[in-house]
Structures are given as structure tokens and as C-alpha cells.
């Protein structure tokens, strides 16, 4: 296989993880900025009562321990930021220069995000088949459109990609390996599948990007290295805040290393340009053998 490597794109996937509270959303989007030099932030919107059934609404949430209201409904109510208040966390990102984007998991909420122009809008792996928010985003959203492929068998892929090149959109696409599972063991990671993006779908979108539910920074590193170029990871302030996706995210240090490591694993992924380097000159005179 042969990779073309891009400079890496680093998204810090905020979500949920500001517990429904704007000033931990800013403080996450301005530690991801300056200290863990990252390239973007998406948070997530919904429209509960659209996405929901009025059973899963008054249901009680799975795992009460994580829950922030006596329904689920109530809980994932918590959680939503409202569309002026997407814009100021908008306006924040612009301000202090980190691209904002945010998850769309129905078309009113599609709609909303779309209204605020951000470079891209991502499509949960949930959703990747709701066809009617797709084709109105295909139709009337300018923009990159990020989608995940976790819990999304080969054939729906193919299906995907076929429909936003039947709507001449897909030169706008990211495309991400992922795993639907929080946390994800490394054997269920399956970063092979990168190769197969790329082999099927790499001269047909402009990205292959890979969005990771792991533990530590390895796994990102290697997908980096099989070509692709678009990382998202999870991110929280403390790993052992409430809610259900602190546990696979990372902490700002450590996201701040995975960025480290990429410009690192860039710069070093080159051939050589002559036999024998610059800097070996001086070291083939001293230490080479001489016969």
C-alpha cells in the first residue's frame, strides 16, 4: 500500500463531556487550543424528542450512576446546548483560532448546526444511515461532511459513499475507521480496516480519517502511520468525571502527547534523500569502518 501522508489533523471531541455547562465547554475548548495544540473541537446536538422515542424518553438511563436527570430524556436534555449557544461556543473557537464543529444526530439539529457555517459537520456512526438528514445536508450544506463507520457493515459503506457521489459530494468527505464500543480493547480496534478505506474509497473522498474509543495514544499513532491523517479522540478535563464517555477519553496531558507524537511520526515518515545524510558525515568520518 502506498500512503500519500498528509500533515495530521487533530480533533478534540468534547461531546458531552462539559456536564451541560457553557464555562466548562469554553474552558475545554481553550485547554485544547493552547496547551494541547489541537486542530479542532466538536461538541454533539440533538433534538431529543425527534431522535427519541417516548419510551427511551421516560426510560430510566441505562447506567443511573452516569445520569444527570430522572429520565433518560431528562438526562440527554442535561446535556444539549441550544443553538445560541452553539454560536458562542462558535464565536469562542473563532476567537481564540481552533476550528468548532459539532455531531448532528437528526435533521433539526442538522439544520440548526448548518445555520452557524462551521468547515465541517460530523455524522455519527449511529446515524450514518439516516439518509433524509444526509440528503438535505448533501443538498444544502457547503462544507466538509465527517462520517464515522462504526457498527456500519461493508455493504452500507459502499451504499454511502454511492449516495453522496450520486450527489456530487463526495470530494467532501471524510470517511473514519472506528469502533462503536466505550472503551474499545485493542483487538477490537481493527486498524487494518484503515487500509481497506483507503484502498476502496481513498481516491473517491478527500480523507480517511480514524476516530478512536481506546485506551492511551499508541493505537492513534499507527493509524496515523497506515495514512490516516484525521485523528479524533474523546477528551475531558478528568477522566473520572460522571458520564458515560470520560472513561474513554483522553486527559489534556494526554492529548497534548498524542499531538506531540504525530508532528513527530510526520516529520520522521520520509525516505532518505541521499545515501548518506547530513548529519551521518561527520559520523561516517569518525565511527565507520575502515578497511
Known amino acids: 500500500m502506498s500512503v500519500n501522508y498528509k500533515k495530521p489533523y487533530v480533533i478534540a471531541e468534547i ?5 451541560g455547562e457553557i464555562e466548562i465547554a469554553k474552558e475545554l475548548i481553550k ?35 452516569n445520569s444527570y436527570g430522572g429520565t433518560y430524556g431528562e438526562h440527554r436534555e ?39 457555517n462551521p468547515a465541517f459537520i460530523k455524522i455519527p456512526s449511529a446515524c450514518n ?25 461493508k455493504g452500507e459503506i459502499d451504499d454511502l459513499i454511492s449516495f453522496f457521489e450520486e450527489k456530487g459530494r463526495n470530494k467532501d468527505l471524510v470517511v473514519y475507521n472506528c469502533t462503536s464500543g466505550y472503551p474499545v480493547p485493542f483487538e477490537d480496534v481493527c486498524l487494518l480496516d484503515i487500509k481497506l478505506l483507503i484502498e476502496k474509497y481513498g481516491d473517491k473522498v478527500k480523507h480517511i480519517g480514524f476516530s478512536g474509543h481506546h ?22 478535563i478528568d477522566r473520572t468525571w460522571k458520564g458515560t464517555d470520560h472513561a474513554a477519553s483522553l486527559e489534556p496531558m494526554g492529548l497534548r502527547k498524542l499531538n506531540r507524537d504525530l508532528q513527530a511520526v510526520y516529520k520522521a515518515l520520509t525516505y532518505k534523500q541521499s545515501d548518506i545524510l547530513g548529519i551521518e558525515e561527520e559520523q561516517r568520518k569518525k565511527l565507520k569502518y575502515r578497511k
Open 129 to 153: 444511515n439516516h439518509y433524509d438528514m444526509l440528503g438535505w445536508l448533501a443538498d444544502n450544506y457547503k462544507g466538509e461532511i465527517h462520517i464515522s463507520t462504526g457498527m456500519t457493515t
Open 15 to 19: 461531546g458531552c463531556n462539559h456536564k
Open 215 to 236: 485506551l492511551g495514544i499508541a493505537v492513534d499513532i499507527a493509524a496515523f502511520t497506515l495514512g490516516a491523517n484525521v485523528i479524533e479522540r474523546h477528551y475531558t
Open 78 to 116: 442535561y446535556l444539549e446546548f441550544n443553538v445560541e449557544e452553539h454560536k458562542i461556543l462558535k464565536e469562542y473557537c473563532e476567537e481564540i483560532d481552533i476550528e468548532y464543529s459539532t455531531s448532528v444526530w437528526d435533521t433539526t439539529s442538522a439544520k440548526e448546526i448548518a445555520s452557524l
Open 31 to 65: 485547554i485544547a487550543k493552547i496547551f494541547c495544540n489541537c486542530d479542532a473541537v466538536k461538541f454533539q446536538k440533538r433534538n431529543n424528542k425527534e431522535l427519541l422515542t417516548e419510551e427511551q424518553y421516560s426510560a430510566p438511563h441505562p447506567n443511573p450512576a
